[in-house]
């Protein structure tokens, strides 16, 4: 299954960050790796696939995922070992395209969830207000963790909504949770390795998507 596309739009200079062509009730996430071939479109379909897991819903309630890579390879397929890897979780691996990592991909983003923490500085040092919605995937997936999602706006009230609140709940306790070591917050490239290290690396961020798609929805996966 494949997310429906809301529209690249443009944005319009409001502080809202609302696009001209983008629904204003849309939430963006946009993982972020090096070629976007490897660990970013395998995060992106296992993070599609989770949300119509727990939702059953083609539209996940106005969220949008996409990804893109710092050097992105323009139009080239995900490797093959990582559509394997997909298949091998039942994720939709079809109609995939790497796009170069773009000013208007960030500023559309309402959440940027990086491979690495040299990713992370990299989308913030372009701007557009990126730092408080910027994490690392597992620097998010720790601080989700410690959050209390009794606290969370309700399902009911949109998964948009609920998603922003999740976003402004992480970025307030980073500096108060420190990753144990430097590598911690690391999704290391499996670009030319074995299928098997691809198998680790899928399996490594499919557990740490787990918890996050669970704190958006309200949702556990299913046993």
């Known amino acids: ?7 690249r739009g443009i944005w319009d200079g409001e502080e809202t960050r ?15 790796s090096t070629g976007n071939v490897c660990r970013s479109p395998i995060t992106e379909r296992l993070t599609r696939h989770a949300l119509a897991d727990r939702l059953g819903d083609p539209l996940w309630g106005g969220v949008v995922v ?11 397929p ?7 890897v997909l298949a091998e979780f039942g994720a939709d691996a079809s109609g995939f395209m790497g796009r170069e990592l773009l000013d208007e991909h960030v500023i559309m983003a309402d959440l940027v969830l990086t491979a690495t923490r040299d990713h992370r500085q990299q989308v913030i040092s372009m701007g557009h207000s990126a730092g408080l919605r910027t994490f690392t995937l597992k620097e998010f997936t720790r601080l989700v963790k410690a959050i209390d999602t009794a606290t969370l706006p309700p399902l009911e009230e949109g998964l948009v ?9 992480a ?53």
């Open 78 to 84: 995900m490797e093959a070992n990582a559509e394997t």
């Open 18 to 32: 609302t696009f001209t062509g983008l629904p204003h009730d849309s939430f963006r996430i946009l993982h972020v």
């Open 161 to 169: 909504i609920r998603a922003r609140a999740l976003v402004r709940a």
């Open 66 to 76: 996409e990804s893109a890579g710092t050097w992105g390879h323009e139009g080239a």
């Open 171 to 223: 970025a307030a306790l980073r500096g108060w949770l420190l990753a144990p070591t430097a590598e911690a917050d690391e999704v290391f490239d499996p670009y030319g390795a074995p299928l098997p290290f691809f198998r680790s690396i899928g399996d490594e961020i499919n557990e740490a998507l787990d918890p996050v798609v669970t704190a958006l929805t309200g949702v556990p996966a299913r046993a």
């Open 1 to 7: 299954m494949t997310a429906p596309d809301a529209g």
